[in-house]
């Protein structure tokens, strides 16, 4: 039997991301391809309006609490992501799970201390939620056969006027989730040296600091090969 690809953009803030997978989806759909287009956190649903208020800090939650809300925003697609597969839509979805873990893994308590011989303070940071903390609620949600990280600099970004005024917007926050991603794409290259795991997932970096047109048509030559290939491996699980 042979199944759609499951197609994942990740990427920081200013890199562009959500208006490369818009360009995208206008490119399957101009080759003829069946596509869905999913976005998380997907904002629609009651879980879904829990994190948009969070997010806009307009609520308060416990990190713990809020990093299972991610998580189970992706759950509750879990299963119509594997049917759409299987009846051969391709899915192009703006961020999965590596943002899950790249952003609470990035959440710190910093503490300062000014040593008595000197005038200038320390300041140490210590992670709120550790790494595998963060990944274990999404271990066994479906694997994306591709990830397209989309990699901008801090200093690129404020080229591009800086970031928003959502809660994790913020300079510091987004380098230490830049540093995040990285572990998260090293670990699939790990598993095989051509960035192609064993489980057929594959993580390609795309320099986002480039021109628009530029991005879109790299995303595409690694998009392409797999829409128009035969896909017959089932629809992996994430970290099984
Ligand atoms: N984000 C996104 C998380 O913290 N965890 C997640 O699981 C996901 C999917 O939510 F700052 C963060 C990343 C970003 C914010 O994302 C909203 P968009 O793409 O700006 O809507």
């Known amino acids: 039997m042979t199944r759609a690809p499951f197609i994942v953009i990740e990427g920081l803030d200013r890199s562009g991301k959500t208006t490369q997978t818009s360009l995208l989806q206008a490119r399957l759909e101009r080759e003829g391809i069946s596509t869905k287009l999913m ?5 629609t649903t009651t ?9 806009k800090s307009t609520s308060e939650l416990d990190d713990h609490v809020i990093h299972l809300l991610f998580s189970a925003n992706r759950w509750e697609m879990a299963s119509t ?9 391709t899915i192009i979805c703006d ?17 300062t201390t000014t040593p008595s011989s000197s005038s200038s303070t320390d300041a140490t940071t210590v992670p709120k939620l550790p790494f595998e903390w963060c990944r274990a609620p999404d271990v066994g949600l479906p694997a994306p056969d591709l990830v397209l990280f989309l990699d901008i600099s801090p200093e690129q970004a404020r080229l591009r ?3 928003g005024e959502e809660r994790y917007e913020k300079e510091e926050m987004q380098a230490r989730v830049r540093q995040a991603f990285k572990r ?5 290259r790990t598993s095989s040296p051509t960035g192609v795991a064993a489980s057929g997932k594959q993580w390609l970096v795309v320099d986002a600091g480039r021109e628009r047109d530029e991005v879109s048509a790299e995303m595409w030559s690694h998009v392409e090969l ?6 017959t491996s089932p629809i992996g699980k994430l970290w099984n």
């Open 184 to 188: 998260l794409g090293d670990e699939t």
């Open 161 to 163: 006027g800086g970031y």
């Open 81 to 89: 992501i594997e049917t759409l597969l299987n009846e051969g839509t």
């Open 95 to 111: 961020r999965y799970a590596f943002s899950g873990i790249a952003f609470s893994a990035s959440k710190v308590t910093t503490t």
């Open 47 to 55: 879980i879904g309006q829990m994190i948009d208020s969070y997010l």
């Open 39 to 43: 976005k998380f956190p997907d904002r």
């Open 226 to 231: 797999l829409v128009k290939g035969t896909l």
